[in-house]
């Protein structure tokens, strides 16, 4: 069992950057995919960024190319998600996951995952 805890979210106005934080604690023996999500109101969960185990492989969602940059520090058993240049529409609750099988691949689709982090909320003020 593995539990994964976010933080790091709150306000911030457009513009702003946050760092986001997700820290896998419980079984964590090896290599994992790991992948940060966001849904907001009314919206269905999309993937936001992905990384391998070993860091070298990530994905973005377009439209947080260039603004969003997604990390890992295994010997931490956490990943990060730095934000900046945010915009009102990055509002939402973002989500941390892991698949504990898959390490090598960059997982991007939600039903990938088997573990959740309860989320931390962003809201990006104008």
């Known amino acids: 069992q593995v539990q994964l805890v976010e933080s790091g979210g709150g306000l911030v106005q457009a513009g702003g950057s946050l760092r986001l934080s997700c820290t896998a604690s419980?079984?964590?023996?090896?290599?994992?995919?790991m992948g940060w999500f966001r849904q907001a109101p009314g919206k269905e969960r999309e993937s936001v960024a992905a990384i391998a185990w070993s860091g070298r492989s990530t994905y973005y969602a377009d439209s947080v190319k260039g603004r969003f940059t997604i990390s890992r520090a295994n010997d931490k058993n956490t990943i990060y998600l730095r934000m900046n240049s945010l915009k009102p529409e990055d509002t939402a609750v973002y989500y941390c996951a892991a698949e504990l099988t898959r390490g090598t691949v960059v997982l991007t689709r939600a039903n990938d995952y088997d573990y959740w982090g309860q989320g931390t909320q962003v809201t990006v003020s104008s």
């Open positions: 419980g079984r964590t023996f090896g290599s994992y995919a």
